[in-house]
C-alpha cells in the first residue's frame, strides 16, 4: 500500500470556523491531489500540486486553498467552513499524472460542518 | 469530454467470475480506459488500464473491443473482499489531472 496518510480522519467543526486537513506521504511523488465526494457526485477534485509550492485549481474550489511547502505533505484549507462543504475528503498521490499513471488514494477524512 | 455508462449494481458468487461492463461510445482515440474500485468507507483503489489492447495485472484482467466502444473488468475468481464499487473512468491529456469517478457499478458478492 501507498504511504498516505491523512489527519484527522474524523472532524467536526462549527460554520465559520477555519478548517485544515493535512496529507502526508511517505513515497517521494511528485504529484498531490485533493478530492471530496458527496453522494450523488461522486469525487470531484479540489485543488492539486505538481510540485513544492506548485499548485492549481480543480473542478470544485471554491472556498477551499491549498499549500506545499515540502514534497511529503499537502494541506486543504477551509478559511471559514460553511455546512456544504461537510464531505468525505480524500487525498491523492501520484508518481507522474496523466492518462498512463494510477493515484493512489488516502484513507480520508469525514468533515462534518454544523 | 466522452462519458461512460456502467450498471448500477451486480451481483456474483464468491469464487465465480465477474464481468464488470462499461460502455464508452464516445471514446476518443487518445482516451485511456482506466478502472478503478472503493471498498466500504476506504478511499479508491487503482485496479487496472489500458489503451487498445487486452491487459492482464495481478488483480484483473481488462478486456477492451476492438472498436474501443466498451469493455469489461474480468475479475477472475471474485472474494469477499471484491465486494466494492467499481468505476471505469477515460483519461486523456485534454483531461488534466482529474479522475471523474461517476457514479460506478456496486458489486456485491454472496458465498
Known amino acids: 500500500d501507498a504511504g498516505i496518510t491523512q489527519s484527522p480522519r474524523h472532524k467536526v467543526t462549527e460554520t465559520g470556523t477555519p478548517v485544515t486537513l493535512r496529507c502526508h506521504q511517505t513515497e517521494n511523488h511528485r504529484y498531490m491531489y485533493w478530492y471530496r465526494q458527496d453522494p450523488g457526485h461522486g469525487l470531484r477534485l479540489i485543488h492539486y500540486?505538481?510540485?513544492?509550492?506548485?499548485?492549481d485549481k480543480g473542478e470544485v474550489s471554491d472556498g477551499y486553498s491549498v499549500s506545499r511547502s515540502k514534497t511529503e505533505d499537502f494541506l486543504l484549507t477551509l478559511e471559514s467552513a460553511t455546512s456544504s462543504q461537510t464531505s468525505v475528503y480524500f487525498c491523492a498521490i501520484s508518481g507522474l499524472a496523466g492518462e498512463l499513471y494510477e493515484q493512489y488514494f488516502g484513507p480520508g477524512t469525514r468533515l462534518t460542518v454544523t | 469530454d466522452a462519458k461512460t455508462t456502467q450498471p448500477n449494481s451486480m451481483e456474483s458468487n464468491e469464487e465465480e467470475p465477474v464481468h464488470l461492463p462499461c460502455n464508452h461510445s464516445t471514446i476518443s482515440g487518445t482516451d485511456y480506459i482506466h478502472w478503478y474500485r472503493q471498498l466500504p468507507s476506504q478511499g479508491p483503489e487503482y485496479v487496472i488500464h489500458g489503451l487498445t489492447s487486452n491487459v492482464n495485472n495481478r488483480m484483473a484482467s481488462l478486456a477492451i473491443a476492438e472498436d474501443r466502444k466498451s469493455s469489461t473488468l474480468i475479475l477472475h475468481r471474485a472474494t469477499l473482499r471484491d465486494a466494492a464499487v467499481y468505476y471505469c473512468i477515460l483519461l486523456n491529456s485534454n483531461s488534466g489531472y482529474a479522475l471523474n469517478f461517476g457514479k460506478g457499478t456496486s458489486l456485491l458478492v454472496t458465498p
Open positions: 500540486s505538481y510540485g513544492v509550492k506548485d499548485t
